[in-house]
């Protein structure tokens, strides 16, 4: 077990790196919180305007994960 565990989408996405099995940690022991992580990366996509556009208390990319892990309790 290893960052096979993590859907094609995520890993041809992402530049994934596991540490000491984490994937199969996170994913038997935390099922939910995996489910978060999966959920939240397969949903993710990175705006340019998120890094060009003028901040304000809190970036858009913190805002899109702080909502989208609100909404799921």
Known sequence: M??????E????NYEVHEWKHSCAILK???PEEWAD????LSKFRFYR???TNP???KSQLSEFIDS???ERG
């Open 2 to 7: 290893s960052i096979e565990l993590l859907q």
């Open 9 to 12: 989408s995520i890993r041809e």
């Open 28 to 30: 038997e022991d935390f």
């Open 37 to 40: 992580i999966i959920s939240v």
């Open 49 to 51: 305007s998120w890094i």
């Open 55 to 57: 901040g304000g208390r």
């Open 68 to 70: 989208y892990l609100y």
